[in-house]
């Protein structure tokens, strides 16, 4: 990897992969590129940057061919409870990045990054211990858009010989730009009305368990995997990883430690409980830490100190 594309990069993962990236690689082989004109403007003060729609597959080869790059992140994505409002714009985003990021990676010899998530799985799937290979029947758009897109990961790699690799994400825990849509989004905004109003309402049923990544590993993740040697990799659709796993009810006792008077109750979104309940409890991560060394440093504990530090700062 030494030209790297972020496409998407105003998003929750791509404003902190772009400084990440630049750490490792040098300001000036890390190219941010994102769609909105408040993003674009956002980024320009600190990363090199296009305006881009990854739908117009003519603007994004221009952008892979004007900086010779040599790995493509695609971090576009329409997440899970956003995708339920609009299921055909869902898949129209989702799959459209994709295919074009498979399609330049493929002509232009790049190394493709895409995530896939913990909303590949569905009601079908053993929900403990998560096997890495298991039954992926999802019910919701934003699951078969990321079944689709292993699948499809898996295809160029073995027919064309196209370098993809993924990770199953499970809920991302940050402080930097805020998630968007998602299912797991309770877990970061938890902390922003707890900090700002002593109070949040949740609506994620209290005893729901789903699989969370605080960001720090999550960024280490994406890296370890892209340096990957890839002999070593089996598993090439995408790779369970997780570092903790909880529920509302655990993460905010850990958070009343902390702050004893905050107060939370409960308004939960029926769909947003739906999908919840469809996702894996726990993963199984066993195969992401044989073959490329995946070892998460984070724990709940950890995080929570680090949440509402940072957060509070911020505020
Ligand atoms: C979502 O909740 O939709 C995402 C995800 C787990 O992929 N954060």
């Not at 909303?119 to 919701?140: I, K, L, S």
């Not at 949740?202 to 960024?219: G, K, Q, R, S, V």
Request: with cysteine.
């Amino acid at each position: 990897m030494k030209r790297i594309l972020i496409v998407g990069a105003g998003g929750q993962i791509g404003t902190e992969l772009v400084p990440y990236l630049q750490k490792h690689y040098g300001y000036d082989n890390v190219v941010a590129a994102d769609l909105r004109d408040d993003m674009v403007a956002k980024m320009s003060e600190m990363a090199i940057t296009e305006k881009l729609d990854i739908l117009d597959i003519n603007a994004f080869e221009a952008v892979v061919k004007k900086y010779n790059i040599d790995a493509i992140f695609n971090m576009v994505a329409l997440l899970s409870a956003t995708g339920e409002k609009n299921p055909e714009l869902a898949w129209k985003i989702n799959m459209g990045a994709l295919l074009n990021s498979l399609a330049l990676a493929k002509e232009y010899k790049t190394a493709l990054f895409t995530p896939s998530s913990i909303g590949a799985f569905g009601e079908n799937t053993p929900h403990d211990d998560t096997p890495q290979d298991t039954v992926m029947r999802p019910n919701t758009i934003y699951g078969v858009c990321k079944v689709s897109g292993e699948l499809l990961s898996d295809y160029y790699f073995t027919r064309f010989g196209v370098d993809t690799r993924s990770v199953r994400f499970p809920g991302i825990i940050s402080n930097g730009a805020l998630p968007g849509g998602g299912t797991t989004d309770y877990a970061v905004e938890v902390f922003y009305e707890v900090l700002k109003h002593k109070h949040y309402t949740c609506p994620i049923p209290p005893d729901t368990y789903m699989d969370m990544l605080y960001m720090p590993d999550a960024l280490n993740a994406i890296t370890q995997l892209m340096e990957a040697d890839p002999t070593k990799l089996v598993h090439r659709n995408s790779f369970n990883i997780t570092c903790m796993s909880f529920t509302p009810t655990q993460l905010f006792e850990k958070i009343k430690q902390r702050i004893p008077d905050a107060v939370f109750d409960y308004d939960v979104d029926p769909v947003k409980a739906q999908i919840s309940a469809s996702w894996p409890n726990k993963l199984d991560d066993t195969c992401a830490r044989e073959e490329w060394g995946w070892n998460p440093q984070w724990d709940i504990d950890a995080m929570v100190d680090d949440m509402l530090d940072k957060i509070s700062k911020k505020l």
